[in-house]
């Protein structure tokens, strides 16, 4: 079989132990929805946010960040931790011994994470429009920076995560790297903090990571005229984002195959 035919068989498989696993559902499937009803409830009391004549609500302010926040989530948390754990288990050291190649691995994994990142998106923005009343872009020219960022993003996040996966030492510490490193960058990145209150020298910091350029990509759809000159550089700046993003893909693509082991070296 090809390589490609046994990444698309993995994917089916990848998808419904994901949908099996209650911790993982709830970690990095719910989450999201979770902190967006939170944060509306909790801060939709102060009224309106944003630039005078272009003020939105609570909730279409926290969306975009829920949705780049489902993105890394999705990406790079679940696949760090799943990964590091099939290592510990014993499952990558079985599947090695199978035809299964690491490349058709890789397809399985990404597979998976687009399945559920985009039912993730696709029901966080229902939910937004049907129970908080958040008023979706009509603009086809927001939907489809949407889909090139949402696609980009998600991708990244996918080869990130299995990257990321080599350095826990074993499959009981993934948690314990994976989900501090990953609620670090939500914070810096503008997720749950407006990002123009962050110093100047924080944003410099999270522009070195990807889930900042995802965020402000989807900040750009979601939220009107005039929230740009909050930015860094007072606009949306979506080249830099697409460069960004092209370069943390890039870079996972190389550093997951570089690393990748069906066993640990010091196993």
Do not use: C, H
């Not at 939910?127 to 489809?144: M, Y």
């Amino acid at each position: 079989m090809s390589i490609a035919t046994l990444g698309a068989a993995r994917i089916g498989a990848e998808t419904k132990t994901y949908f099996r696993s209650p911790d993982t559902l709830f970690f990095t499937f719910f989450f999201p929805f979770v902190l967006l009803a939170i944060f509306t409830a909790a801060f939709s009391a102060q009224g309106e946010v944003g630039p005078p004549g272009s003020e939105v609500t609570v909730g279409a302010y926290y969306l975009p960040g829920m949705i780049a926040a489902g993105i890394l989530l999705s990406g790079v948390q679940n696949l760090a931790v799943d990964i590091a754990l099939e290592k510990g288990n014993g499952t990558l050291k079985r599947l090695g011994g199978t035809p299964l190649s690491p490349m058709s691995y890789f397809i399985g994994k990404i597979g998976q994470v687009f399945v559920t990142g985009a039912l993730q998106a696709a029901l966080l923005l229902l939910a937004g429009s049907l129970l908080l009343g958040i008023e979706l872009p009509t603009e086809p020219e927001k939907w489809v920076t949407f889909a090139w960022v949402f696609v980009f993003g998600l991708v990244t996040s996918a080869l990130v995560g299995i990257a990321l996966s080599a350095v826990p030492r074993s499959g009981r510490s993934a948690s314990a790297v994976v989900i501090p490193t990953v609620l670090l960058l939500q914070f810096i990145s503008g997720i749950y903090l407006q990002w123009n209150l962050l110093p100047t020298w924080l944003q410099e910091v999270a522009g070195l990571f990807p889930l900042k350029w995802i965020a402000q990509g989807m900040r750009s759809v979601f939220l009107p005229e005039g929230w740009e000159a909050l930015e860094q550089n007072e606009s949306w700046n979506l080249p830099s984002v697409a460069i960004a993003l092209a370069i943390w893909l890039v870079v996972g693509l190389a550093l997951s195959r570089l690393t990748f082991r069906w066993i640990r070296r010091d196993a």
